[in-house]
C-alpha cells in the first residue's frame, strides 16, 4: 500500500493498527485507509456527467433492446453464469462456463471447490434478482447476500453474514500486512459507523445520476471492505 500517497488523500485518511502476528507470535503495526463518508449531492465534473450519461444512455438501450425479446427472460440464466464465472475468476477463482452450467445438476458432494464457490454467487445472484424491487439495500439483506457467497467455502468464518471483527488485508496470503496492496478499515466502531452512513447514503434520494450513484456506493463498499471474505463479489453484485 502507498502510504505516503495516501496520507495526501483528500477523500480518507490513514488510521494506525496493531496486532500480532499469529504464525510468528510477533507484534505489528501498520495503516488502515478509512474513507470519509460519501458526499449528498456530489458537486460532479462535466466530464464526469458526460461520462455517466453516456452509460446510463447505453443501459436504456439494452433496456429498450430485451424488451423487443418475445421471453427476455430466457436469456438470464445464462447470463448470470456468465457473470459468476467472470466475477470469480476475479477473485482467483476459475471454471469453465460449462463447468458452471453442469453445476447445476450436480450434488454439493459432486462439486468442485471451483463449482461450488461459483454456484454460491449464482445462488446469491438469483436471490438478490428475485428481490431487488421489494426489499431495500441494507446491512441485513447484505449479510444474508455475503453468507449464500461464501457458504462451504474457505471463505466461510464464524462471522460470516455480519460485519467482520477482525482486520483484512488486500494482498497475498501468507505475507506480512505491511506488503499487502491496500488495507482496509480497521474492525469495531469506525467500520460499524462506516457502513451505517453508507447505507443511509445509498437509500437516500437526490439528483446523482445512477450510474454515477452506483460507482460511488461501489468504491465506498469496496473501500470499507466490511465483511471477512467475499467483497469483491458482493460489491459487483450490488452494483
Known amino acids: 500500500m502507498d502510504v505516503d500517497a495516501l496520507k495526501e488523500s483528500p477523500?480518507?485518511?490513514?488510521?494506525?493498527?496493531?496486532?500480532?502476528d499469529p504464525r510468528t507470535t510477533q507484534p505489528w503495526s501498520y495503516w488502515a485507509y478509512l474513507p470519509d463518508p460519501l458526499p449528498v449531492n456530489p458537486d460532479l465534473s462535466a466530464t464526469a456527467i458526460m461520462a455517466t450519461a453516456r452509460a446510463g444512455n447505453a443501459i436504456a438501450r439494452l433496456d429498450e433492446a430485451v424488451a423487443q425479446l418475445p421471453r427476455p427472460e430466457i436469456l438470464v440464466r445464462p447470463i448470470i453464469r456468465r457473470e459468476a464465472a467472470s466475477t470469480s475468476a476475479l477473485e482467483g477463482t476459475y471454471a469453465s462456463f460449462e463447468d458452471v452450467l453442469t453445476a447445476d445438476f450436480l450434488d454439493d458432494r459432486e462439486m468442485s471447490s471451483e463449482q461450488r464457490e461459483i454456484r454460491n454467487y449464482v445462488h446469491a445472484t438469483e436471490v438478490a434478482v428475485a428481490h431487488i424491487t421489494e426489499r431495500r439495500i441494507s446491512r441485513t439483506f447484505l449479510g444474508e447476500l455475503q453468507l449464500m457467497i461464501v457458504r462451504g467455502t474457505r471463505g466461510e468464518t464464524t462471522d460470516s453474514g455480519d460485519i467482520r471483527s477482525h482486520q483484512v488485508a488486500i494482498g497475498a496470503h501468507n505475507k506480512p500486512?505491511?506488503?499487502?496492496?491496500?488495507?482496509?478499515?480497521?474492525?469495531?466502531?469506525?467500520l460499524e459507523a462506516g457502513m451505517a452512513a453508507w447505507e443511509d447514503w445509498v437509500a437516500h434520494e437526490d439528483n446523482t445520476?445512477?450510474?454515477?450513484?452506483?460507482?460511488?456506493?461501489?468504491?465506498?463498499?469496496?473501500?470499507?471492505?466490511?465483511?471477512?471474505?467475499g467483497n469483491g463479489r458482493l460489491g459487483r453484485l450490488i452494483a
Do not use: N, W
Open 209 to 229: 445520476l445512477i450510474v454515477a450513484k452506483m460507482a460511488m456506493a461501489h468504491y465506498q463498499f469496496e473501500t470499507l471492505h466490511p465483511y471477512g471474505d
Open 11 to 20: 477523500i480518507g485518511t490513514l488510521v494506525p493498527i496493531s496486532g500480532t
Open 177 to 190: 500486512i505491511d506488503t499487502a496492496r491496500f488495507v482496509p478499515c480497521p474492525p469495531g466502531d469506525q
